[in-house]
């Protein structure tokens, strides 16, 4: 799809920017809705954003995504994997296994692991059969809003208008900062290292996710495995006085992948990235008119043990579409207001309990809080496989498991 023409207003009633997880199941929440829906984003057409992202879905994002189109949950589930084991080791030492017998029922799975760009375009794919319509190469780059809509304006000065915007455009959010919310919160004083590194089918990887504490062979430092379809995601945890340099550089690279991972690995890195990881929500999620709505990134950034950025991008951006229908057909704009007011209020309320649950899992990865290092050495004296300290141990750095209310699963 073209741009707008410069100096050219268009006038939609709903315009999503943003074409990431949030921006895409806002469009297909829109369209299951009944609604027109354009999306705008920066990216040329077909361009793959670089570094690693997300690849680990829960199930109820893939039955989310399965309602709000028939089939794309499932389609997303088969081109992921999943694994039956788990495991942990304490300083090289085994401390935790569980094997689950082989999913007896049809249906979506619990989770599945997919990269995060693959599981974009299967989604994309499912906005163009929906009839979403993307303008692609378009910046936001300003916003205002008033009692009565959105005005937009793009890097190449055109003007896009609106009733509401759903702002979808990630952690750096040109909207965000347009309404003026503020992100508040800590980042982490670690860096971790990620690698995506592609499978090696003459030497194949066990399916497991495997957790090290303290593993032996990269002087004592944390290393988490997660198989996702096509390759190994490998999370390295620097210790604080670390330079990320030695472990980032080709030939850093080629030092410590050989030691968690078989050799020829470390000759198929696809991206490496380091992280500290923000623990962070905006102050507010809409503006003093109600009309922008942000979701995903653009509303709070999360460590990813737990997997909560893009799981809670989806339900983000479905309440956000629920809340936009009902002010489009609301009695008053005070109940219009009020509704959009409603969708910021239980979003904020779910992004802190996820940011909770993701900072408990930051904090025993870390353990630089005292209670949290005794209470870690404790269990790890004691762990044996298939005791509850190492059951503990090997489920603790990704959260808590329930959600708030007890009721959905962990990403709402
Ligand atoms: C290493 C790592 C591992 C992760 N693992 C997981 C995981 O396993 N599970 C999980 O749930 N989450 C995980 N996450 C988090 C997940 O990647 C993010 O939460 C997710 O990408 C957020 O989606 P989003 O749509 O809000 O933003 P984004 O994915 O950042 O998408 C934003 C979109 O907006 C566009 N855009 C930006 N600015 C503008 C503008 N001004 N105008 C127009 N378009 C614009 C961008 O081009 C982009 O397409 C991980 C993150 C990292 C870094």
């Known amino acids: 799809m073209s741009t707008a023409d410069p100096g050219r207003t268009l006038r939609n009633s709903v315009l999503v920017v943003g074409a990431g997880p949030a921006g895409l199941s806002a469009a297909l929440a829109l369209r299951a809705a009944g609604m027109p829906a354009t999306v705008l984003d920066r990216r040329v057409q077909g361009t793959v954003r670089p570094g690693s992202r997300a690849a680990y879905l829960h199930g109820a994002s893939l039955r989310a995504l399965e309602q709000l189109r028939p089939g794309l949950g499932q389609e997303i589930a088969d081109h992921g994997v ?101 992100l508040e919160g800590p980042r982490s004083r670690n860096t971790f290292v990620v690698v995506d590194l592609d499978d090696n089918p003459a030497q194949p990887m066990p399916l497991e996710r495997v957790f090290h504490y303290k593993h032996p062979r990269v002087d004592g430092r944390n290393v988490l495995l997660v198989p996702f379809a096509g390759g190994w995601r490998v999370d390295l945890n620097l210790l604080l006085n670390d330079a990320a340099e030695k472990f980032t550089s080709p030939e850093g690279l080629r030092d410590w992948i050989p030691r968690v991972m078989p050799e020829s690995y470390s000759e198929r890195v696809r991206w490496v990235s380091t992280y500290r990881f923000a623990q962070q929500l905006a102050d507010r999620f809409t503006d003093d008119h109600s009309r922008v709505l942000l979701t995903g990134e653009a509303a709070h950034l999360f460590a990813p043990f737990g997997a909560r950025g893009m799981n809670s991008s989806i339900p983000d951006a479905i309440r956000a579409v629920h809340a936009v229908c009902e002010a489009l057909s609301a009695a008053s704009p005070e109940a219009a207001a009020a509704e959009i007011r409603r969708f910021e209020a239980e979003r904020k309320e779910a992004a802190q309990y996820n940011r909770s649950c993701a900072g408990a899992a930051l904090e025993h990865m870390l353990a630089h809080r005292p209670s949290v290092w005794l209470r870690r050495r404790a269990a790890a004296a004691v762990a044996v496989a298939g005791s509850k300290a190492g059951a503990w141990l090997d489920s603790a750095p990704y959260g808590p498991k329930l959600a708030a209310r007890g009721t959905a699963k962990s990403s709402y």
């Open 82 to 182: 999943m694994w039956a084991t788990k495991r942990s080791y304490w300083a090289g030492r085994e401390i935790y296994t569980r094997t689950y017998p082989p999913l007896q029922r049809d249906g979506l799975p619990p989770f599945t692991s997919l990269p995060q760009v693959r599981t974009e375009d299967l989604m994309a794919a499912a906005c163009r059969d929906r009839g979403v319509l993307f303008h692609w190469g378009v910046e936001v780059t300003s916003a205002e809003s008033s009692p009565d809509g959105v005005r937009l304006v793009d890097s190449a000065g055109a003007a896009w208008e609106a009733d509401y915007v759903i702002a979808a455009d990630g952690s750096r959010s040109a909207l965000r900062s347009a309404i003026r919310s503020r």
